[in-house]
């Protein structure tokens, strides 16, 4: 029987006396990429720092691999998983080596110092993000798909068994958008990691996740594969568009197309095409 790495049971969010997350219920499955959509404003980040707990739910449980996660420390918790939030400051003046390192702290001893394994952890993690060239680079000397890939490798170099990545790809060009999914991809394939992600781009979370999770107005609209949840009548609900939904010319996933104003005609309906 597969172990849950997540179990989320009836958690709702507060900030003040307004609802943020809605009694939510679902479950994320070890070795599992596990993507959140949903439009602005609808406690996807939120979410993401309640499942670390940076947040605090007012109300449900949240199990991380079996056992609450109220009931673990900081430390432990940062060697279960790691959080790379969507905006990362880049104004100290640290190399890119020095902020991977900063990964190990969780596993260090009582002086803080690094050994000999940190730093082979260390580069292992610059090499499998594709960053080890820049490792005595400057971080605001790095183009934004590379600081990305930085904070990437800083989160490895926990050595975490599950990764929590908000928006990883927003501002990025196509090309380190790919970079970053494919890179997503090959934690799970190749070290079993499990990944989960919020995502503006339905495309990308149709293509790479095993699950998709859609909420709107902090409520759990629908859970389940890509053509289980991507649908025209779904979508249309959750964003209130117009689009079309079709099978991908690439892969058995469905591929969603919006429909601009000037493209409507009076009978327009979005839906699966044939």
């Not at 999770?213 to 209130?240: C, R």
């Amino acid at each position: 029987m597969t172990q849950a790495a997540l179990q989320v049971k009836g958690v709702s969010y507060f900030y003040g006396d307004r609802p943020i997350l809605k009694q939510l219920d679902f479950g994320v499955e070890d070795g599992e990429f596990f993507i959140i959509i949903g439009p602005n404003g609808s406690g996807k980040t939120t979410l993401l720092k309640t499942l670390c707990g940076i947040e605090t739910a007012r109300s449900g449980n949240i199990d991380l691999f079996d056992r609450p996660l109220v009931g673990y420390s900081k430390t432990a918790i940062a060697k279960k998983l790691s959080f790379v939030p969507q905006i990362v400051p880049v104004d100290f003046p640290f190399t890119v080596l020095q902020t991977v390192l900063m990964g190990r702290y969780p596993h260090l001893g009582v002086l803080g110092v690094e050994k000999d394994h940190d730093l082979e952890i260390a580069m292992q993690a610059l090499t499998f993000s594709g960053v080890e060239q820049l490792a005595d680079r400057r971080l605001n000397e790095l183009s934004g798909g590379e600081r990305q890939r930085v904070f990437i490798a800083r989160a490895l170099c926990q050595e975490p068994k599950l990764l929590l990545l908000d928006e990883p790809t927003a501002s990025l060009d196509l090309s380190h958008q790919l970079r970053i999914m494919d890179l997503m991809e090959q934690l799970k394939q190749q070290q079993g990691m499990t990944i989960v992600m919020v995502s503006h781009d339905i495309n990308l979370a149709a293509m790479y996740a095993d699950r998709i999770l859609l909420i709107k107005e902090g409520a759990l609209v629908s859970l389940g594969t890509p053509w289980e949840v991507l649908t025209y009548d779904t979508l249309e609900s959750a964003y209130d568009c117009t689009l079309l939904v079709d099978k991908s010319p690439l892969g058995p996933f469905p591929r969603i197309t919006l429909v601009p104003r000037k493209c409507l005609g009076p009978n327009t309906r979005g839906g699966v095409a044939p």
